[in-house]
């Protein structure tokens, strides 16, 4: 199994480039924000390995929200920032960008502080990589070409049952399941359906994850006299915040909405952004570090085959602290269009949601950090499109294909390599082609 | 248990449904008004058009005996208030998708499958010619010439001019297919006596009044956003104050969104291609079309019925052919998954079925239940609901007459309008994630079998599919569906409750 990892590369634009930058940007397209995967700057397809990626300027859309707390508003500069979500290693994903790609990547950073045609690309790249707080991926093993030869597969074996379905409704199952297994057989010798091995488990991620799988759970109950303590503190603390921090939930601007949505639904999945201010003060900063930290956990141990808690709408997603954890970003691949997503989280994980975004500046109230907030839909859908940002390029290496269309394909070629399923599990197995 | 309860101490919070200030058709389809015509018009003269609406004898919601002869009901296109002079500031208070319309913004069309022969370049009326009122009329046969004469006098004549005069015909209560129609519908909470859950473990008719009318709580037990005024900009005390903000005047109470979609179908491409595929399918062309409805013919649902499968004390007269859920159906051997009624309302509780205990609903919110790969994929039903109110229009041509050969002289379709609070949550998902999605439920390369606009996706082979499952063993598909209903025109309107109305028409 060879797990994923994710890039980031975040970079302020230098004073006056942000338009030449976002022109720049444009080019890449096919589409308004949706990549070219041949574009001459950075040719997203050529790269086997790459899932998704993205351009997207950090710009924040609120800058005055700090001033509910009578704090004085801090503008940041636009920061430009490259994500991608890869198989195996990141390092080699970044040497192989840089390898293929040094003329596209330097005419893009060109744009950003600090960097001059005299720099090592590589270097000046690695010295802006970020790492997340936390990050998802929908199922930790599951491969670019796995998900290409197994979407081939599917595709020949719907072929194949819409030719032949008839004939084959009257056997039985089992003899289904062989004629299937046969037809894909021969697909493969004739080198029209190619299904690898997965590749070996890198010893090193084995042990990384092993570690982190017991040393978490460790760390907890070794600080659990301490986080017991703390906790009537915590909760006095956290029921007076709750109950004074402002809302800032103003209906957004049209215009706002209208720009974003004009580069959505290009494909069945977009990508997503949402950016803003932590609440002000050490206790919502420590909160939230402890709880992604639990949630990066989560993800890496529990949430790691195709769903986080009940959404299986989303491929990939992260957590970002910027500007010196005064900001953070949530940057996220989901299935369908954005307001289903938006009832997806409110009527599904309003509790994630509220453990997390409630300690961002503005957000609809909420008791004991779990219940109210996203259960305000309409505040919580104005909250997000308020912090919403357009996402400049946008990549997926296996566009029309969904979350669900990827653990459809896999479970199809399980059940053509399985060496035996019972009667039932064939039904239920044949029910989802 | 997480059902939803009724208690009968509502009347005494709430007071009785306001029926005196809310137009007829959120509360009656006006069923035994067969005639009925909807008017596009824009205002031509603005002083002469505020006459005729402050005089217009516009239906309430009070039930009369007998049933009155005639109805009118009146709404407006976001243009058609600005054209009324409403200012910015109170424009702003309505749904964004209102603002910007049905047609306004290409992302919407694309969400809303208005794309290819769609797309809204090609419509009759709604997208360059925008309308600023609807109107709509409705009598028995016998009253209906004199009606559309009394109401559209020298002075209607002055005030408006007229886009269109979108006739409609009494199909028997089929549409143009054939099929028995309007049967699934949302039961509205007139008396207030739902006592919503957290979570909602069961399927229900029964709706929050919000859900349908502005000024309301909705099934988040919130109020929609809506136009709400400071006493300031209501000298005459015309409007209700708002529930939720005393303070304030409610412009939107009792009002509600109208979605208006002028459907053209093809009848006889329709039973053209069934006929042509039902020997391979093993069924008769009607028993495919059931299938791609999820009806019969005559309106009855093809999954099997049971007890108890809808709260139970709903409506003594409601039908059965309303009361089911799809959970004696899980792998869509009676009703496929990709069947109209299915996807128009897939009839989902917040939770799959059988997430009864509190342990089971810990379990299954953390999303560490054990379930099987569809278990899980289909939103809430409850927050997806519209109510429809649509007309036929043009001659009805049996399935017959469809199979034998000619043209297609006459246009015939569906005048689809639909009720809702909030247009994004309610009428947009269900076109966008139900309808026209090709991923709905797990599906692949097929829409809705009736609506779908057969538009392919990147990296699917297919667009225009229809998957019928046996249970037993392999699926059927129909391939190379073709288009069968085309959108000939749209918009989005405002229903106004009857003060609201007559604020609009009042002010200077």
Known sequence: MLPQSNLLIMARIARGREEHLRALLATMNQRPGFADPENPLLPFGRFGRLHVARFVILKDPTPDDLSVYGLPTRSFAPTLAFMADCDGSADELLAQLVALCEAGLRSIFSHCDGFSASNDLLDWMRQHRARPAAAYVNWVGRTVRQIREEAALYGAVSAYLDANGRALAVESPQRIRRQLMDFVEAEKRAGRVVLNPSEPTPVGWRIRNLLNLIAIPLVLLMASPLLILYLPAFLWLLRRKETRDPEVLPRPQPAHRSVIAALEDNDVTNPYIVLGYLKPGWFRLSTVIFLLWIVDYGARHIYNRGHLGRVQTIHFARWVFLNDRRQMFFASNYDGSLDSYMDDFINKVAWGLNLLFSNGVGYPRTDWLLVGGASDEQKFKYYLFRHQLPVQVWYKAYPGLTSFDLMRNSRLREGIERSSMTDYEIREWLNLL | ???????????????????????????????????????????????????????????????????????????????????????????????????????????????????????????????????????????????????????????????????????????????????????????????????????????????????????????????????????????????PPAEDRPNTRDLGRNGTYVVFRDLRQDVRCFWQFLAAEARAANRTPQALAEAMVGRTIEGDPLVPWGENDVLADELPDESRRNQFTFNRDPEGVHCPFGAHIRRANPRTADVPPGTDSALKRLVQTLGLAPQRARDDVIASARFHRILRRGREYGTALSSDDALQPGSEGEERGLRFLCLNANIARQFEFVQNAWIMSTKFGGLTEESDPLLGNREAIAGSRLSGAFSLCRGDGVRHRLRGLPQFVTVRGGGYFFLPGLRALKYLASRV
């Open chain 2, 1 to 239: 248990m997480a059902q939803s309860t009724v208690t009968d101490h509502a009347a005494l919070r709430f007071g009785a449904p306001e029926f005196e200030d809310i137009q007829g058709i959120a509360r009656f389809g006006y069923g035994n008004l067969t005639s009925a015509c909807f008017y596009l018009l824009r205002i031509a003269d603005l002083a002469l058009a505020r006459e005729w609406l402050r005089n217009a004898p516009v239906s309430n919601a009070v039930a009369r005996n007998p049933p009155p002869e005639t109805a009118l009901q009146v709404a407006f296109s976001v243009d058609g208030l600005r054209a009324l002079g409403m200012v910015p500031a109170v424009l702003e208070g309505f749904s964004a998708e209102f603002l910007s319309g049905m047609a306004g913004e290409e992302a919407r069309s694309r969400r809303l499958g208005d794309i290819g022969t769609n797309s809204p370049g090609t419509w009759r009326w709604g997208a360059g010619s925008v309308p600023h009122l609807l109107v709509m009329t409705y009598a028995t046969p016998a009253r209906f010439e004199l009606w559309k004469r009394e109401l559209t006098g020298s002075l209607w004549d002055r005030a408006f001019s007229k886009l269109e005069e979108l006739t409609t015909s009494d199909m028997g209560g089929r549409e143009p297919f054939g099929f028995v129609d309007g049967i699934s519908q949302p039961i509205f909470d007139w008396e207030r006596r739902l006592e919503l859950q957290n979570v909602e473990a069961e399927y229900r008719n029964l709706t929050m009044l919000g859900e349908l009318l502005l000024g309301y709580p909705n099934e988040y037990g919130k109020y929609t956003d809506r136009p709400v005024l400071e006493p300031s900009a209501d000298p005459d005390a015309l409007l």
